[in-house]
């Protein structure tokens, strides 16, 4: 607003507008870069998304890696595990988050082994758990639930598939925790796919075991900010993504073709890890990192809540990551790797269970 004072026109508050341009023109001509330039930085840090686990910040806080591992490997499960004929390949990778951790603490599995045959939908209690492999979603539809008629917590898992697709809301799963989720909300709760089974390479508690015994390097101790490592063979874009990341800055490793190792020690020296979806949304690299101390870089997702819950960073597009955008990124005083242990979500489940019970007024 302009008004008269003294005989001459007067805005209120012009020197507070024109002192940040006349600052901005001095940096334009003191470094020989243009203001947009200059502020591309924070604009970037507008386009990267996270939790309070992680800020920005010029210092680092101290996380005792070590003290938090033995913390969750002597814990006492939130759900026991229950051992079934024909399970013998398969074990429980606890205290690490997996698929079979899920599948061991449900009280009924539907999925490719004999564990489907020993049971109907009518053997089915009031708040049981039950687990079904995502890919035969389907299956378990047609041939199970027709029978099942009480309340009952759902777990879909072990699969690559994403759901629960146009699948209708049905009135007795009382929650449904799904790998993969496409469409949060209302009674859906993501869940991880966390590190490979038991039976796979990546699984190995025992080797996991050893590594995370062994000290983990601190933040400002990492010497690379972007660790890029992935298979081609799994998402048609990946290659296209590998090129972009490639030239993103000079502390940038891209590699392939590495053995386990070398792929975990790659990981232990990186700040942040680049985590795309590979067969389906989630992939183990995510929580692997996690696990190692980095920070993955995720594609935003239906998955967003389950990222923003942890050390994870989001984006829209790899090309909208800058490199002082991510230096400026560190973990905060609420960093943690609740999310890559078995308990946080075993207790998410068995809390899952005690909330039916008490809607239901089961009394066990």
Not at 77 to 105: C, I, K, M, Y
Not at 178 to 187: C, E, H, I, K
Not at 340 to 352: E, F, Q
Request: charged share 25%; glycine share 6%; hydrophobic share 45%.
């Amino acid at each position: 607003m302009v008004r008269p004072r003294g005989g001459r026109l007067w805005c209120p508050g012009a020197a507070a507008v024109l002192l940040p341009v006349a600052i901005v023109n001095i940096l334009f001509l003191l470094y020989g870069t243009s203001p947009r330039a200059l502020l591309a930085p924070f604009e970037a840090d507008r386009r990267l998304r996270y939790g309070d686990m992680l800020e920005v910040s010029s210092s680092t806080v101290a996380f005792d890696f070590a003290g938090e591992f033995r913390r969750q490997a002597s814990a006492r499960p939130a759900r026991p595990h229950q051992t079934r004929p024909g399970d013998a390949p398969r074990g429980w990778s606890f205290p690490f988050v997996s698929g079979d951790v899920f599948r061991l603490a449900s009280d009924f599995i539907f999925d490719e082994t004999d564990a489907s045959d020993m049971w109907t939908g009518a053997d089915v209690r009031p708040c049981d758990v039950v687990f079904v492999k995502s890919c035969r979603f389907a299956d378990f539809r047609a041939r199970i639930r027709p029978d099942i008629t009480a309340p009952f917590i759902l777990v879909s898992h072990n699969s690559d598939a994403s759901l629960p697709g146009d699948t209708p809301a049905d009135p007795l799963v009382f929650r449904w925790f799904a790998q993969n989720l496409d469409r949060p909300g209302g009674r859906l709760r993501p869940i991880p796919i966390g590190i490979e089974n038991m039976q796979w390479p990546g699984g190995n508690v025992t080797r996991w075991i050893e590594r995370l015994s062994a000290p983990i390097r601190p933040w400002d101790d990492r010497d690379l900010l972007l660790f890029v490592a992935w298979s081609d063979a799994t998402n048609a874009r990946r290659r296209e993504w590998k090129r972009l990341l490639a030239n993103f800055s000079t502390d940038v490793v891209v590699a392939g073709g590495l053995s386990r190792d070398e792929y975990l020690a790659g990981l232990g020296r990186a700040k942040f890890v680049a985590s795309p979806p590979g067969n389906g949304v989630d992939c183990h690299r995510t929580w692997e990192a996690v696990l190692m101390g980095a920070v993955p870089v995720v594609l935003a997702s239906a998955l967003d809540d389950l990222h923003l819950a942890g050390p994870v960073v989001i984006v829209d597009d790899y090309a909208d990551l800058t490199e002082p955008a991510l230096r400026r990124i560190r973990p905060s005083s609420r960093y943690t790797r609740d999310v890559v242990w078995a308990n946080t979500w075993l207790a998410k489940v068995h809390r899952a269970v005690q909330q039916c019970r008490d809607r239901n007024m089961v009394d066990f």
